[in-house]
């Protein structure tokens, strides 16, 4: 069975600086994809980045980006130039890919780590 | 716009009262599921659905039913509910393995 730890339950960062959340996974499988959500107090989960694991550039979006080890199952992900708007609760999350049928669509995730971005 | 709608947002009921959230979207995604969240534990999928008419268990099934008669609308049913299912739910979607999800707005459930 797959599984997700987040070993950060709790990270704080002041307003423009960087900051990085940690990811570690274990699965047996050698495609999936990885995904960071984020769920502000509004509670919504957003998708905030993804990541194929047959691809070995990381990805990027905007002030967000991954380090990808695929090797070491580890997935990381880097915020630039923090802002207040990025205080949440940042969820990293495991997907099968192989079509999706039964539960190689479901999305394990991390038990997640709040993120407070300080003025 | 393109949203997974979930209903009600808000929800306290007595254990045993039969209560259903609904949960639709509007974006013709064949693949569905319930995902519950609890303090420390993070989501759990409790039922998925492949496509009309199939469903099946997730991790947490449990005191939950569900049923999938039309492509957009994927509901929960808790026959029976206990304290226990205190949960923020969540119903999402997605057009196929190449996607990630999008998820509803969540229903905060309390049962007294």
């Known amino acids: 069975a797959q599984t997700v730890t987040q070993s950060q339950p709790e990270m704080s960062v002041q307003e423009a600086e960087t900051v990085t959340l940690s990811c570690t996974y274990d699965?047996?499988?050698?495609?999936?994809?990885l995904f960071w959500y984020k769920q502000p107090p509004s509670r919504q989960m957003i998708l905030v980045i993804r990541?194929?694991?047959?691809?070995?550039q990381n990805a990027t979006e905007n002030r967000f980006s991954v380090n990808f080890q695929k090797a070491a199952k580890s997935f990381s992900l880097k915020i630039s130039d923090s802002q207040l708007g990025d205080t949440a609760m940042y969820f990293c999350?495991?997907?099968?890919?192989?079509?999706?049928?039964?539960?190689?669509?479901?999305?394990?995730f991390g038990k997640g780590t709040k993120l407070s971005v300080k003025p | 716009e393109a949203q997974v709608t979930q209903n009600p947002r808000y929800l306290i009921t007595v254990t045993g009262k039969k209560l259903t959230v609904t949960c639709s979207q509007n974006?013709?995604?064949?693949?569905m599921s319930w995902y519950r969240q609890d303090p420390g534990l993070g989501l759990r999928q409790i039922y998925y659905?492949?496509?009309?008419?199939?469903?099946d268990k997730g991790d947490v099934p449990e005191g939950y039913k569900v049923s999938r008669k039309e492509k957009r609308n994927f509901p929960l049913i808790l026959e029976s509910p206990s304290p226990n299912q205190t949960s923020l739910y969540f119903c999402?979607?997605?057009?196929?393995?190449?996607?990630?999800?999008?998820f509803g707005s969540g229903t905060r459930l309390t049962v007294v």
């Open positions: 659905s492949m496509n009309v008419e199939v469903t």
């Open positions: 999402a979607s997605r057009l196929d393995s190449n996607y990630g999800y999008t």
């Open positions: 990541q194929e694991a047959y691809k070995q």
């Open positions: 999350a495991f997907m099968k890919q192989r079509g999706y049928g039964g539960s190689q669509g479901n999305l394990i």
């Open positions: 699965t047996s499988e050698n495609n999936y994809y």
């Open positions: 974006m013709n995604h064949e693949y």
